[in-house]
Structure formats: structure tokens, C-alpha cells
């Protein structure tokens, strides 16, 4: 069992930044990708970005690369989502997960979740 904890998110303006971490505990991540997920009121929840914790390579959706990064803090078994340049379109409760799928962007793959963290983002 992985258990994954959320935090970080708020209330920014637009153009801000934001980072959200995800703290695991219960296992090693070594053979896990982590990935971020959002999902915005009566939206499906969507991929955003992924990362290969053995050796770190990461992924991301279209809709955010440029924007956002992923990384890892191996020691402290934490993953994070830099966000920048924010818009009001942002606004969703952000996701961690883990899978043993690498490179995966379908939240089907994904088998452990934290329970959100809140992003709002006003214009």
C-alpha cells in the first residue's frame, strides 16, 4: 500500500505561481511513476504530468507543458508540481498518484491516490 498526502494548494491570483507536493509513505517508490491529475467542477479529471521515480524522467499534458514541472525529493519520498503563470482556467482540485505503469496518462493506471488538494486561481 502507498499512502499519498496532498498539500499546498490555495487561493492565488492569475499570473502567480504555486507549488503543490505530494508526501508518499508505505512503501519505496522505486518502482513506481507518479503523476499529477486535476479535476475542475463538472470536468472529467485529467492528466497533467507524470514522472519515473527510478529514473526520473518525466511527461506532461499539451495543456501544461512550458508551465508546470514535476520533480522528485527522493529523501524525502516527496514528488511536486511547480505551477506558473496561473490562469482562472487552473482552478481544480490537483491529484498525486502512483502507478506501475511508466509513462502512463490514463488515470485508469493508477493505482493509488492522495485525496486533492484545492487550486483556486482568481482573474
Known amino acids: 500500500q502507498v499512502q499519498l498526502v496532498e498539500s499546498g494548494g490555495g487561493l492565488v491570483q492569475a499570473g502567480a505561481s504555486l507549488r503543490l507536493s505530494c508526501r508518499a509513505s508505505?512503501?519505496?517508490?522505486?518502482?513506481?511513476?507518479m503523476g499529477w491529475f486535476r479535476q475542475a467542477p463538472g470536468k472529467e479529471r485529467e492528466f497533467l504530468a507524470g514522472?519515473?521515480?527510478?529514473?526520473?524522467?518525466?511527461w506532461y499534458a499539451a495543456s501544461v507543458k512550458g508551465r508546470f514541472t514535476i520533480s522528485r525529493d527522493s529523501a524525502e519520498n516527496t514528488v511536486y508540481l511547480q505551477m506558473s503563470s496561473l490562469k482562472s482556467e487552473d482552478t481544480a482540485l490537483y491529484y498525486c498518484?502512483?502507478?506501475?505503469?511508466?509513462?502512463?496518462?490514463?488515470?485508469?493506471?493508477?493505482?493509488?491516490w492522495g485525496q486533492g488538494t484545492q487550486v483556486t486561481v482568481s482573474s
Open positions: 508505505g512503501r519505496t517508490l522505486w518502482n513506481y511513476a
Open positions: 498518484a502512483a502507478s506501475f505503469h511508466n509513462g502512463s496518462i490514463y488515470q485508469s493506471e493508477y493505482d493509488y
Open positions: 514522472l519515473n521515480w527510478s529514473g526520473g524522467s518525466t
